[in-house]
């Protein structure tokens, strides 16, 4: 909105409206959609493989075996009376009921029932449709049984099956629980910040049509097949959209509350609040955005997926930002601050009155002392960074991934207690013909419990003739352990390390080999990724700060502030929390956001410091710019913190580490880096820190 077009009042009021009919548009068609957005959301075991791993070939010559892409079930009886036949009868009837039932989603026979040496526990195997609505089905199946079996029997449904059932339950309060908390977070702080109510209205509104306008575009690609949705990536875009937009309306809105000084049109003050804020919301928005897009660099399939989807909502962010909040600034003028409406009073802001208040006490003590402030707060996060030696990023167990009341979760630690714990999670072994016997024999040796068969496609292991394909058999066994304990883990290890000298050629997989591989590619994926973001960082610092040193400083002190809150979250995940360990894309989703975010306001400070530069002496323009950027950047730090907190309402032990860590990070960044150490460091190098070029002002 140009100053020539707003010059005109018609136009003052109509461009706004039409801008606001757009957005409201949007609103309207991707409202919709939020509901049916699982539909085109996929939480199954395939979509976090690794691109290329021995797991993932597995998965995919699995079906040159295997005619049903069945995702088993097991179901798991225990409290059965050893002496009372109507248990034993009604148990034995359980195939036949389940089947019977038009819900039952099955995919084949049901194997069992598998009694326990005790007789005090039942076994089931069921084989669910991959089609289905898996977490439909086995909830289905849990009220089946308790009908027919009544209260004297625990019944419990799991395996992949159950425990994807639960996970998508879990994921559940993503639509719900997390949007509110987050949009009530929001609003609490921003009522605090503003002390007006028109003003955290209209933030909540920008939010709500920037997410969605982000659900539109993404259901749209998902239901094409363009991008791939999880309910980690949809939980992640939620509370990313929020924090971008209220972040970058703090910016704007800040800008245009010091505008409304300078000039007496509300209208001409908006002009000059939009453009001084773009370059560094611009700047801000395409780092994050590229810093998302590098996740398409990652082998695992989730981190790839979540890359373009949270893309796309920080650039819904992006436009709602610089389009929507200025048309509702146009149109309420200096009311939308009611009732603590800026003045103009030119005189106060530029006839040189002393400034009071917070940030100028920051800004007096960060004059006096500025090496010994940097050195003080550097040596503060280098000692916490001392806390990475204790982080255990090495993956954890589905059943401790989980971290509400779960049926399934319950049913497999109770699994190992009656039966093979790995039962309905089979090792598979894809191996040539001519090497069957030594497969078998190693197999066994390394399992120790010999469940290895060739597979020959009757339930009855071997019964039947080996089903062969270009040479190569099928074989499965079964673990003692739960398939993905890190024993688990190190029993594959082993597995894959005899074969490759027994049975060259032979790959395993399954459900343990595909928690392994994604593990180590995850690992592998931390040491590939940083280094690009950290370049594509470095650039567009140096693109908008026209420097190379400021770029450089600016990057470490965000590396330093995600090791500090990487090393302080690992001893609370250990010693307060009692994590069993963490996922393996903590880290890596910890130092996107982190690093991502945390420039943010790195940005928002060294360009207002930049701007300031060009009429004064670089040290003065630091000061003064920690001052006018301080309470609005300290502000957008607690908002972006309290709505990645809210990802703590999921209780996915992922999801729940994440939030830890980028809300602490936010709050490190903001209060101790962006505070602190850069305006100290700034003004204890001087002029320098514009190298090789240099500020008017000096």
């Known amino acids: ?8 009042r018609l136009l003052r009021i109509v461009l706004p409206l039409a ?30 493989l690794p691109a290329n791993a021995d797991s993932t070939r597995v998965q995919a010559q699995l079906p040159h075996y295997v005619s049903s892409s069945a995702i088993p079930a097991v179901i798991l009886l225990t409290h059965v009376s050893v002496q009372s036949a109507s248990d034993r009868e009604r148990i034995a009837q359980i195939p036949a009921v389940l089947t019977a039932s038009e819900r039952a989603g099955l995919d084949g026979k049901i194997v069992g029932p598998i009694w326990s040496r005790s007789g005090m526990a039942a076994e089931f195997l069921v084989p669910v449709r991959s089609s289905a609505a898996v977490n439909t089905v086995v909830d289905h199946m849990r009220t089946v049984l308790s009908s027919h079996l009544g209260s004297e029997v625990h019944v419990y449904v799991t395996g992949p099956a159950g425990l994807t059932a639960d996970l998508i339950s879990a994921f559940g309060g993503i639509d719900g629980i997390l ?47 363009t991008i791939e949705l999880n309910g980690q990536a949809q939980g992640i875009l939620s509370i990313l959209v929020i924090g971008a937009a209220t972040d970058y309306s703090l910016l704007i809105i800040s800008r245009h509350r010091e505008a409304l000084q300078h000039e007496q049109a509300s209208w001409k003050a908006l002009i000059r609040a939009v453009r001084s804020a773009a370059a560094p919301i611009t700047a801000s928005a395409v780092t994050v955005i590229l810093a998302l897009l590098c996740l398409l660099f990652s082998n695992l399939r989730s981190n790839q997926s979540l890359g373009p989807v949270a893309a796309i909502g920080v650039g819904c962010a992006y ?52 090496r010994l ?10 000692v916490a960074a001392l806390g990475l030696t204790q982080l255990r990023a090495q993956g954890v167990s589905n059943a401790a991934t989980i971290r509400t009341a ?19 999670s089979p090792v598979d072994v894809i191996a040539p013909l001519s090497t069957v016997p030594s497969t078998l024999a190693t197999v066994d040796e390394v399992l120790g419990n010999h469940s290895a068969a060739v597979y020959t496609g009757s339930p009855i292991p071997g019964a039947g003739q080996p089903v062969i394909r270009d040479g190569r058999v099928l074989i499965t066994a079964t673990l003692s352990e739960d398939p993905t304990s890190s024993h688990a883990l190190s029993i594959i290890r082993e597995l894959r390390s005899k074969l490759s000298t027994t049975a060259p050629g032979a790959l395993v997989g399954g ?63 250990n010693n307060v929390f009692r994590y069993p360990g963490a996922d393996p894309s903590v880290p890596l989703f910890g130092f996107i956001f982190l690093v991502a975010l945390g420039i943010d306001y790195n940005i928002f400070l060294m360009s207002r410091v930049r701007e300031e530069a060009r009429g004064m002496p670089t040290r003065k323009a630091v000061l003064r710019g920690l001052q006018v950027t301080g309470g609005v950047i300290t502000s957008a730090g607690v908002v972006l913190a309290a709505t990645f907190a809210a990802l703590g309402v999921i209780p996915i032990l992922f999801l729940i580490q994440l939030a ?28 320098a820190i514009w190298w090789p070029g240099n500020a008017a002002g000096d």
């Not at 957005?23 to 075991?45: D, H, T």
């Not at 779960?406 to 309905?424: E, H, I, K, T, W």
């Not at 830890?660 to 002029?687: E, F, M, Q």
Request: proline fraction near 4%; aromatic fraction near 8%.
């Open 319 to 370: 436009c709602a930002s610089m389009s929507f909040l200025p048309a509702l600034l146009l149109l309420l003028g200096r009311s939308a601050f009611w009732p603590y409406r800026p003045r103009y009073s030119p005189r106060d802001v530029d006839g040189g009155k002393r400034q009071k208040g917070l940030w100028a006490a920051v800004a007096s003590r960060v004059e006096r002392a500025p």
């Open 406 to 424: 779960s049926n399934a979760v319950d049913g497999q630690r109770l699994l190992g207690s009656y039966f093979p714990a790995g039962a309905g």
């Open 511 to 573: 459900e343990t080999a595909t928690a392994l591989d994604t593990n180590a590619t995850a690992q592998q994926d931390l040491h590939r990724i940083i280094p690009i973001v950290l370049a594509v960082v470095v650039v567009i610092l140096a693109v908008l700060l026209r420097a190379l040193l400021a770029p450089v400083l600016l990057i470490i002190s965000v590396v330093l502030s995600y090791s500090a809150t990487l090393g302080f979250s690992a001893l609370l995940f």
């Open 373 to 382: 402030i940097w050195m003080l707060s550097t040596g503060v996060l280098l």
């Open 660 to 687: 830890v860590i980028v809300a602490l990070g936010v709050l490190v960044d903001t209060i101790i880096v962006r505070s602190l150490i850069i305006p100290a460091l700034s003004v204890d190098v001087g002029k």
């Open 1 to 8: 909105m140009g100053r020539s077009l707003l010059e005109n």
């Open 19 to 48: 801008v606001l009919a757009i957005w409201f548009g949007i609103a309207g068609a991707g409202g919709p959609a939020f509901g049916r957005i699982a539909k085109v959301e996929s939480n199954s075991q395939a979509s976090f």
């Open 179 to 225: 949007l509110l908390v987050a949009l009530i977070t929001v609003f609490v702080i921003l009522l605090l910040v503003y002390r007006s109510v028109i003003l955290p209205i209209m933030v909540l509104l920008l939010d709500m049509v920037a997410l969605s306008g982000a659900i539109l575009v993404v259901y749209a690609l998902a239901a094409h097949g």
